[in-house]
């Protein structure tokens, strides 16, 4: 996966800048997390994500507008450059204690567990200041999720020792995950022109579930060029950032980049890859309530293109947990049309 990755950037980066009409075009984007991208690495805890996702365009016809307006008051609608916009995902995430060497897990350290999903969410950009975002995913918790498969092969073909305790993972458990957050974009110029900029982009979230329950907060400061086309590179569970981007935003040209520096927390009600199966019994840990997130990194926007690294410091999220994680995330995203 990480060549494929590779090989998607080389074509980033020799691909013409063809631009489509924004308003019809889709836009594909891949991320891809893993401590093996950050410095020290440690192959523990949150071990690997990946997410796949593919945004339509802007919805116009009545009928694709009906559900946005169903959800109203929360997709409110001037009429005044409003884009609305559906994202397909798809993902799995792997979790695992941090001494994979034992037949018999730790009881005091991470449950083993997997969880592979799809879904589909609601997009809508206000004014360019605002973003809205609900998004529903259905998936599996367990031996269905393949993470095991996914984990073991990937560890044989690089010729790294393979974890033993898979056996204890978590039980089978159909999921459901329903998100919504919202950012707001406060942004100014430099110098009096639109070539640099910075801006601040706080947000509230709030999930609910069998997966995760729990309220979010945060925000990311941005310098760089073209800031407008995004609200920074997404995570795979949807932090911080998004996967929308709008080319048709840019106030300097087809170039842009940005450097970035966030931080969110999270009051965490549920969290099933600590907490264990809901219905079964499983192992589990005693969870921290609050978690926070540190995250830094660098994002490059080409016409249809973004590239960006991500540097996440994520706090302690268990009892015994004898240090906080850090992992690092690439993202591609590519607009053309389908």
Known sequence: MRRLILAIAVTFLVTP???????????????EEDDFWAPDNRDRHYTHGIRFSATSGDVQDPAWQA?????????GDDGVDVVRRYNLVAGQNIYTPENGGLVN???HDRPYAGWIYGGVGLMQDSHGDQLDELDLKLGLVGPGSMASETQTKFHLLINVAT????HAQLHDEPTLDLFYTRKWRYWQPIGGDRDWAWD????????????YDYLAGGGMLRLGRNLRVDYGPPHV????????????????????FYGFLGAEG?????????????????????????VGDLEGGIAGTWGHWRLAYTYVYRSEEFEHQHAPDHYGSLDLTFKQPF
């Open 266 to 290: 999270r009051a965490v009600a549920r969290n099933i890859f600590l907490d264990g199966n809901s219905f079964k019994t499983s192992p589990s840990v005693d969870k921290l309530p609050l």
């Open 67 to 75: 559900p946005f307006n169903w959800v109203s008051p929360i997709f």
């Open 105 to 107: 897990p730790n009881p």
């Open 200 to 211: 601040v982009i706080p947000d509230l979230g709030a999930r609910v579930g069998n997966v």
């Open 17 to 31: 800048l063809s631009r489509a009409h924004a308003d019809s075009a889709w836009s594909g984007s891949i991320v």
């Open 237 to 256: 569970d949807l932090n911080m950032g998004s996967d929308y981007i709008n080319p048709d935003r840019a106030d300097a040209g087809d170039f842009g």
């Open 163 to 166: 974890f033993r305790g898979w």
